[in-house]
T-cell receptor
């Protein structure tokens, strides 16, 4: 385990379903991120939360809705998704403010939209 | 436009052989470059980090090189093992760009066969 835990590991949902992805970090970091990883494509930054405030929203469709109730937890609420939303969704955390911080990633949630 | 290009896209080698993965980037101004290893079904894990002034950095059988003048980096794997089968992602951090300052390559998928 890296210190960033994501659940569930796998999720299959219909286009009319509502589901949520959960991320928890045990590293005391002050920033958390959602990334989308599609096959053969670079990771795409979706949302950034710094000190529990959303500071970045990279033109993500409104069918993805993030929530950060505290500095250790991050959610991604999903509704009326499309098949092209099938991907690996990665959560990451980092400690902002240091000169050379790195990102610690969770194991991801493999999402399949049918 | 900040970009990171990796080659080859995929690679198959026999156990015990060496291999070299390439990363070319156009990110400027440049802060640092990391190589990540991503096992199937897992999130990326950092292998090495290199700043502008560093040419070589090793982590066990992994050796990364950086030529900041030509904006090229390589990851050399010595005496490959079956457990080296994974995707290797080059990530360049720009000095500016807000939370989009991490530029990800699409990765090289390495398969080590017995």
């Amino acid at each position: 385990e890296t210190g960033v835990t994501q659940t569930p590991r796998h999720l299959v949902m219909g286009m009319t379903n509502k589901k949520s992805l959960k991320c928890e970090q045990h590293l005391g970091h002050n920033a958390m991120y959602w990334y989308k990883q599609s096959a053969k494509k670079p990771l795409e930054l979706m949302f950034v939360y710094s000190l529990e405030e959303r500071v970045e929203n990279n033109s993500v469709p409104s069918r993805f809705s993030p929530e950060c109730p505290n500095s250790s937890h991050l959610f991604l609420h999903l509704h009326t998704l499309q098949p092209e939303d099938s991907a690996l969704y990665l959560c990451a955390s980092s400690q902002e403010g240091t000169v050379d911080y790195g990102y610690t990633f969770g194991s991801g949630t493999r999402l399949t939209v049918v | 436009k900040n970009q990171v290009e990796q080659s080859p896209q995929s690679l198959i080698i026999l156990e015990g052989k060496n291999c070299t993965l390439q990363c070319n980037y156009t990110v400027s101004p440049f802060s640092n470059l990391r190589w990540y290893k991503q096992d199937t079904g897992r999130g990326p894990v950092s292998l090495t980090i290199m700043t502008f002034s560093e040419n070589t950095k090793s982590n066990g059988r992994y050796t990364a090189t950086l030529d900041a003048d030509t904006k090229q980096s390589s990851l050399h794997i010595t005496a490959s093992q079956l457990s080296d089968s994974a995707s290797y992602i080059c990530v360049v951090r720009a000095i500016s760009g807000g939370y989009n300052k991490l530029i990800f390559g699409a990765g090289t998928r390495l398969a080590v066969h017995p």
